[in-house]
């Protein structure tokens, strides 16, 4: 785990957890030995965290006073929650729970009375069953590449049934009731493609890197595609 992930963990552990928090709790909630639990306390110190405690005695956060606490009007709180909700029923189970940590840790700087806004909203997300057919391949890995923008060798099974190897540069996922679907870059046909993710029988990382040109092709992508649209 990067470092900056690490200590943003921490943080997030620190305002989630009953206080005062042990350094064995901690160091189970970030993924670390407790030797360098205590190095990531010293980090968040010297940078302006106001934690009390000590080994042995566990830790508790402090927030700045200095600091105005985080402010939502209730449309905004009832917003975040209502979009928790379809997350939870259209991403995969890491996306859900980064979601559900990132609403935990928001709300855990909320004022009481809209922390209590939080708890009990008066939308709410609800979906049929889901009807989407499985997944075989790591979503996690399709994210990554995405983001360090390095291909992926794919075995395809298209709409004909029939599989196809290929290396793809992915530019992005996108979500919904039904399906997750893979914009790519596809080097067999030197077009774009949208894949259909549980048409993947297998995806593993290529490692060639098309940086700097996601955006680029991204502009392109629409462009293509507005086009089209316009006929």
């Not at 049929?128 to 399709?142: A, E, I, W």
């Not at 009731?177 to 046909?189: I, K, P, V, Y």
């Amino acid at each position: 785990m990067a470092r900056t992930d690490r200590l943003m963990r921490l943080m997030d552990a620190l305002r989630r957890l009953p206080q005062p928090v042990t350094a064995a709790r901690l160091a189970a909630e970030t993924a670390v030995s407790e030797r360098q639990l205590y190095r990531d306390i010293a980090t968040l110190r010297a940078g302006g965290a106001l934690i009390d405690g000590a080994a042995g005695l566990g830790y508790t956060l402090t927030e700045d006073p200095a600091l105005p606490p985080q402010s939502f009007s209730r449309l905004e709180i009832e917003a975040l929650v209502l979009a928790m909700g379809g997350l939870a029923q259209m991403g995969d189970a890491a996306l859900v729970e980064a979601g559900r940590n990132a609403v935990a840790r928001i709300v855990a700087t909320l004022p009481d009375r809209q922390g209590r806004q939080a708890m009990h909203p008066v939308l709410h997300a609800w979906y049929p069953p889901d009807p989407r057919p499985p997944v075989r391949v790591d979503l996690s890995l399709l994210r990554q590449a995405c983001w360090d923008e390095t291909s992926l060798r794919i075995t395809y099974r298209d709409m004909q049934d029939q599989l196809t190897e290929r290396e793809v540069w992915p530019l992005s996922l996108s979500y919904s009731e039904r399906t997750f679907m893979l914009l790519a870059m596809c080097r067999l046909r030197m077009d774009f493609r949208v894949f259909h993710v549980n048409r993947i029988e297998r995806a593993e990382p290529g490692g060639e890197s098309f940086r700097p040109r996601r955006v680029a092709l991204m502009r392109e992508y629409r462009a293509t595609w507005t086009s089209r649209q316009a006929r």
